[in-house]
């Protein structure tokens, strides 16, 4: 696995690996925060069974996180995220720092509108704009063929695709902007980073988010929607956590909310346990 730090290098790097690996050779782009774990790797995995090339990258990215957010406490593991995904047989690692990502005098902002409005769009103000921008600039450096994302974050990957399409890039294409489904704990627990913010109590706690949100689904279509949102962000509270963002039914490629099931929904939960943010979406 080559790992490069720098945007000139980086260029060099990814055209070396395309001649290397001959004309119609696909890559892949994976981008993460790094922290890696189960659920990265999923993609990692399944990147590799889509592509001839996988690169990866790893930059906590500063514009995605509020002014009272965990940017400084953001797990950073660089050198075990390395062997992780050496150990995957990972080609391509880019790493880049702050100042090779945004240089002085750095000034353009993407925002996407619609898609990132709501759910986590509302709660952080300006997240989704540090999450446009940023990964249009590591398509712009990487040029993948095709893109992978966690549907954990399920609004994020509308607003990439929307994004994508909207300013007609071309590698990736939106469609080749890949959701791959949520990696849970044995406990259903969503896999995320943040979970290693949680004490062994919380922990407990947060692995009966999902069995909340299933029970709710199991009565979305048969009891009014509002009733079964109410009693879901009731039954969240009762299992520990403190505190309820929003429990919503929306339609999962608008984003709108709705009011009842239509064959294409997804209900989302962002809760707060302690200091520590989660969320989750399933299909409903």
Not at 49 to 73: C, H, K, M, T, Y
Not at 124 to 152: M, S, W, Y
Request: contains cysteine.
């Amino acid at each position: 696995m080559q790992t490069v730090h720098a945007l000139n290098p980086l260029r060099q790097t990814v055209d070396a690996l395309r001649e290397q690996a001959g004309a119609g050779t696909r890559l892949a782009l994976v981008p993460t925060m790094g922290a890696l774990h189960e659920g990265h790797l999923t993609l990692v995995r399944r990147a590799k069974e889509l592509a001839g090339l996988v690169a990866v990258s790893i930059f906590v990215n500063p514009r995605q996180f509020g002014p009272n957010e965990d940017l400084d406490a953001y797990p950073r593991q660089m050198e075990r995220d390395s062997r992780l995904l050496e150990a995957e047989g990972v080609d391509l690692l880019w790493a880049p720092d702050v100042g090779a990502m945004y240089p002085q005098g750095y000034a353009t902002n993407i925002s996407v509108s619609g898609v990132s409005a709501g759910l986590c769009g509302a709660d952080r103000p300006g997240h989704f704009d540090g999450v446009a921008t940023v990964v249009c600039k590591l398509f712009n450096q990487v040029r993948p063929d095709i893109a992978l994302f966690g549907e954990k974050d399920w609004q994020q990957l509308a607003v990439i695709r929307r994004m994508a399409r909207d300013l007609d890039l071309a590698l990736p294409h939106a469609d080749a902007i890949l959701g791959v489904p949520i990696v849970r704990e044995a406990d259903g627990l969503a896999m995320s980073s943040r979970n290693a913010y949680l004490s062994p109590e919380q922990r407990q706690a947060a692995g009966r988010l999902n069995v909340a949100m299933r029970e709710a689904i199991a009565r979305l279509g048969h009891d009014a929607t509002a009733a079964v949102l109410a009693d879901l962000r009731s039954a969240i509270l009762a299992a520990g956590f403190d505190s309820v963002d929003y429990t919503e039914l929306r339609d999962a490629d608008s984003i709108e909310l709705l009011d009842a099931p239509n064959g294409h929904a997804r209900l989302f939960v962002a809760a707060r346990i302690g200091g520590t943010r989660l969320i989750d979406n399933m299909a409903a």
